[in-house]
Each structure stands twice: as C-alpha cells, then as structure tokens.
C-alpha cells in the first residue's frame, strides 16, 4: 500500500537535456526576467513578465499569449531556490510543483525538469488534453536556441611562428604573461585557482575576477571572466594546435551579451573584439616572433 501510495509515474512529467553553455548563463536566462520572456513557453507563444520575484515564497506573475490570440495568465510561487543549482516553484490552476535542477559540467549544462502535477485527474486534463508533455519539451528546445542565439561566441584564431610549448608558457606563466597580457600578481594554470586584476581606459578601471575551470596542458585553458560589483559571466578558451613548428592559436570568449552594457557600455561585444583583436594580434604576435 504504501509503494502504490508514493507511486507518481502516473503524474509526472521529466526532461532532460544537456545545454550548450555554463551553468552561469543558463541561470542567467532562467532567471532574469528579461532573458525568460524571450523563450518561456511553447513554439509560437510570447510572454509579459509582470512580476518575478527569485526568492522563497516569492511570487511569479506572467501571461502567456498565445498564437490564437488568448491571453493565458499564470501565477506561481517560488518555493526553493538554490543558486545555479536547483528552483522549485508552485504552480496554481493547473495545480503542480516544477524542479528544475542545473548541474554543471564544464562549459555544458544538464538540465532536469521535473513537473508532479496536484492529481491524475489535473494530469490527464492538462498533458493528455493540452499536449502539455510536447509543451515542455518545446519550452526545453527553445532555451537551448535561445541560449546559442543569445550567446554566440566571440572567436579569433592566429597562427604563430613558435611551437606549442612555447606558447603554452606565454599563456600559463605569470612572467611571460605580463610582458604581452596583463600584469597579474599571480596565476596557475590549475583547475579552481582565483586571480584578478584592473583593466579598463584611461577614464576608469575595472577590476575583473576569474577563475581557471580547465586545463589541458599545451592543448586548452579556459577559466571565467567576471566583474566585481556587476552581474553577468563570461569564459574565455585558449585553444592550442600544432602544425608543425608553428602553433595555431583559437581564442574563444562566450557569454559577452551576459553584462549589463547599458549600465556600461564599454561592456559591449564590439570592445571585447576590438580588445582580442589588439591582444592575439599584435601583442602576443609581437611577443612570440620578436
């Protein structure tokens, strides 16, 4: 009896899905309203966001409005959130709790939904009759081509008269680095090592805060790339390939479109560009063929 009790298979709905971007910005876009308007629901619906409160017992208000030209409101209460990690909401009318849980692995992130609907009787109305199950996954679907679109990445590519050794040390040691990079007062090329430094024009300076989250020695080194005080995320890849006794040197910088740029604009896509283009092209082309 008591199996048959806690038995809810024949009530609940799962997805999973892993998603091409850091869990930082995958939290990004399911958390900011701005970013979730963009992609909530299923094909073809657009959504008002009249409210979204990210805390416990906080409140979420949106309308959903549909391509026959209904307005469909929904309420719901956030019950649990935990940070990059897990948001548990309380859906009213149709009654269900939805789990959806982030977990990171590297630069991907697995995602898994979960929706455990009030009754069977709720279930059947909404998913057999509404086709809520293909909902869901085209909700899924649209996050993830939400994400690609909104966070195409930045890539440069140079190729250097200098083996991969030697450039494998111009990007991972402190001395070499600062006579092309920026003068950092630390650096390890180890997973979780923190360093920081200040960059920015002559009109102000921002102190920027990362963290190395991979490394494959002479062939990858990738870690975030933040701002103290701001929000958003972004990683930058070093990429590294020998032909020959030349290297092949892919730089790639995903998540730029995560910083507030209209709170700062030298944020913007464009400056990183310039930025990259100035770093990878001249002075680490400078460095490495003097």
């Known amino acids: 009896m008591q199996q048959e009790k806690n038995n809810t298979s024949d009530r609940e709905l799962r997805i999973s899905r892993m998603l091409n971007a850091p ?8 958390t900011n309203a701005e970013h979730i308007a963009n992609w909530w629901g299923p094909n073809d619906f657009t959504n008002t966001i009249h409210k979204m409160d ?12 549909g391509p026959d030209g ?9 019950k649990e959130i935990i940070p990059y990690k897990k948001i548990v909401l309380q859906h009213f009318n149709p009654n269900f709790v939805a789990t959806i849980e982030f977990t990171s692995e590297k630069e991907k992130t697995l995602l898994n ?25 085209q ?15 930045f890539v440069i590519e140079r190729v250097f008269n200098a083996p991969v050794a030697l450039v494998w040390k111009a990007i991972t040691d402190r001395d070499e680095m600062s006579k092309w990079y920026f003068d950092l007062k630390a650096f390890k090329a180890e997973v979780g090592f923190e360093f920081e430094f200040y960059g920015g024009d002559e009109n102000k300076q921002w102190l920027h805060l990362l963290q190395v989250t991979e490394v494959i020695p002479e062939k990858k080194l990738t870690y975030s790339w933040r701002y103290d005080g701001y929000s958003g995320i972004s990683y930058v890849c070093f990429e590294l390939f020998p032909q020959g006794n030349k290297t092949v040197v892919k ?13 700062v604009p030298e944020f913007k896509k464009e400056n990183f560009v310039a930025g990259w283009n100035a770093i990878i092209g001249t002075s680490l082309k400078n460095y490495l063929e003097k």
Do not use: C, I
């Not at 869990?23 to 399911?30: G, Q, R, T």
């Not at 990210?54 to 409005?65: C, Y």
């Not at 939904?113 to 869901?136: I, P, Q, R, S």
């Not at 730089?251 to 709170?263: A, N, R």
């Open 23 to 30: 869990v930082e910005l995958v939290w990004e876009v399911w």
């Open 54 to 65: 990210l805390q416990s017992g906080g409140e979420w208000l949106l309308t959903m409005h």
């Open 70 to 78: 209904k307005n469909y409101p929904n309420r719901s209460v956030f």
């Open 113 to 137: 939904w979960h929706m455990l609907f009030e009754t069977t009787e709720v279930f059947d109305a909404v998913v057999k009759t509404h086709k809520a199950d293909e909902g869901l996954k």
């Open 139 to 153: 909700n899924v679907e649209k996050l993830d081509a939400y994400l690609l679109k909104t966070f195409e990445p």
């Open 251 to 263: 730089l790639t910088h995903t998540g730029l479109e995560s910083f507030p740029t209209e709170l």
